[in-house]
């Protein structure tokens, strides 16, 4: 390692609290080296706090501003950040929400988390622009449907909970109904609309299994097999755009 990259090593050891090995490079004509430490350590907490706050704006809705940025202090110093971007940041905090004894009580919380961050991590995908081939599939030979695979759009994700979290973040950021049932099961599909808006589609346990059998590559005559019902659910997925080509499982 060279010496640059051990004082910055020192140095980001130092904003996390271990500052013996970093004070002695620190120097200020006004102020102690301690003092001035703690001010990029202040800067760097709050600045992983405010990624956090924007990442989980319902959960921080939910908890109230005083416990998320005490919870978001302790994750920063927990969790530090490995990489130079703070895009990928935060993927733990659900999970680490979940764990603290003052949350045992709430025990949507993790969930309400972990659907935020799937959110902002379908906002990154790529802008679907293929649509359902209607004609194309119409013209399909009777034999070809026995290896037809349906294919989902590329800019959706799926997401389950055994936790409303849908409507528990509607109603902390959009004004929804209040939640009664904590133990409703959540069935969604994650679409990213053009405008970047991320759009969290309700589905039922039926349609959800039959569009991650497809998102799995597993062949619809396969799917139908196992839930006759699953030809009901097409019409749906592919007017809602989670449909958007076929393939073959013979290419």
């Known amino acids: 390692m060279s010496e640059l990259a051990h004082r910055q090593q020192q140095f980001a050891e130092g904003l996390l609290g271990q500052s013996e090995a970093i004070l002695p490079h620190v120097h200020s004509r006004l102020f102690p080296a301690d003092a001035v430490l703690q001010v990029y350590r202040n800067h760097f907490i709050l600045s992983l706090g405010e990624v956090l706050a924007g990442s989980y704006p319902a959960v921080k809705a939910m908890v109230g501003e005083a416990f998320f940025d005490a919870a978001a202090r302790g994750f920063v110093l927990a969790e530090p950040l490995c990489e130079g971007s703070v895009m990928h940041y935060g993927a733990g905090f659900g999970d680490w929400l979940a764990g603290l004894p003052t949350t045992s009580e709430l025990s949507w919380l993790g969930e309400l988390a972990r659907f935020e961050w799937a959110l902002e991590r379908t906002s990154l995908l790529a802008p679907e622009v293929r649509h359902w081939p209607a004609e194309r599939v119409a013209a399909l030979p009777p034999a070809a449907w026995q290896t037809l695979v349906l294919i989902p759009a590329c800019d ?10 849908e409507a528990l973040w509607q109603m902390a950021l959009h004004q929804g109904e209040v939640v009664h049932d904590l133990a409703a099961p959540t069935w969604l599909a994650l679409k990213k609309q053009p405008d970047c808006r991320v759009l969290p589609l309700r589905l039922s346990e039926g349609e959800w299994r ?6 799995q590559g597993i062949a619809l005559s396969t799917l139908l097999a196992q839930d006759p019902q699953a030809a009901e659910y097409l019409t749906r997925l592919v007017t809602l755009g989670l449909l958007v080509d076929v393939t073959s499982t013979l290419e």
């Not at 959706?156 to 979290?165: A, E, G, I, N, W």
């Not at 039959?210 to 998102?215: K, Q």
């Open 210 to 215: 039959l569009l991650d059998g497809c998102r």
């Open 156 to 165: 959706l994700l799926l997401f389950d909970s055994l936790r409303p979290v």
